[in-house]
């Protein structure tokens, strides 16, 4: 069973469009973190959203906490090229001594010129 | 300066062979891990360190033994290496246990 449910799974685009991407899960969450990966590279923070209803923008990326905080969105306006890249939410679960920062199997974005 | 960052980036070998992997974190953080991202780039824990210590352990078969010489360092090493060990090995650390991962650029296994 999978701990955090991203979807889609793949998705193309064309340079100019929207898009959400989703992380969800039946468990609560004492935070969330969403990364990048681009081909050959490790995965790079982009933000972390710990308050439960949290919404925090970076640039044209909007990420938001669900107000139960077990789940989370990303939301990308007027994608360009250079956002392809292998999108991971991670997160730690409230409560319990578990330390353990469990990835979702991340979402394939390709954005086409 | 490289925060995180592993050697060999490319390893191939064949079963059956012994490997290690190198890790060094000059962030001066507490927390390092090894992750494994397979073909469907699916990251998966399999230990983590605090301060040195073991303090994770996920089910991972006992030829992986990370050894860490000191807080900046964490080493993995593979017996009898296996096809099924192919895979891309992450290390990572972060500031402390539950803070954000700062990832190396990865090493790519290829068991022959």
């Known amino acids: 069973t999978q701990l955090l449910e991203q979807s889609p799974q793949f998705l193309s685009i064309q340079e100019g469009e929207n898009l959400t991407v989703y992380c969800n899960s039946s468990s609560v969450f004492s935070s969330l973190q969403w990364y990048r990966q681009e081909p050959g590279e490790g995965p790079v923070l982009l933000v972390t959203v710990v308050t439960g209803g949290e919404v925090k923008k970076l640039k044209r990326l909007t990420f938001q906490f669900g107000d139960a905080r077990k789940d989370s969105s990303l939301h990308i306006t007027a994608a360009q090229p250079g956002d392809t890249g292998l999108y991971l939410c991670?997160?730690?679960?409230?409560?319990?001594?578990?330390?353990?920062?469990?990835f979702g199997k991340g979402t394939l974005l390709t954005v086409n010129p | 300066d490289t925060a995180v960052s592993q050697t060999p980036k490319y390893l191939v070998t064949q079963m059956g062979n012994d490997k290690s992997i190198k890790c060094e974190q000059n962030l001066g953080h507490d927390t390092m891990y090894w992750y494994k991202q397979d073909s469907k780039k699916f990251l998966k824990i399999m230990f983590s360190?605090?301060?040195?210590?073991?303090?994770i352990n996920e089910t991972v078969p006992n030829r992986f033994s990370p050894k860490s010489p000191d807080k900046a360092h964490l080493n993995l090493h593979i017996n009898s290496l296996e096809l099924g060990d192919s895979a891309v090995y992450f290390c990572?650390?972060?500031?402390?246990?539950?803070?954000?991962?700062?990832f190396g650029q990865g090493t790519r296994l290829t068991v022959v």
């Open positions: 360190y605090n301060n040195k210590e073991l303090i």
């Open positions: 991670a997160g730690v679960r409230s409560g319990g001594s578990n330390y353990k920062l469990t």
């Open positions: 990572a650390s972060s500031p402390t246990i539950n803070t954000e991962a700062f």
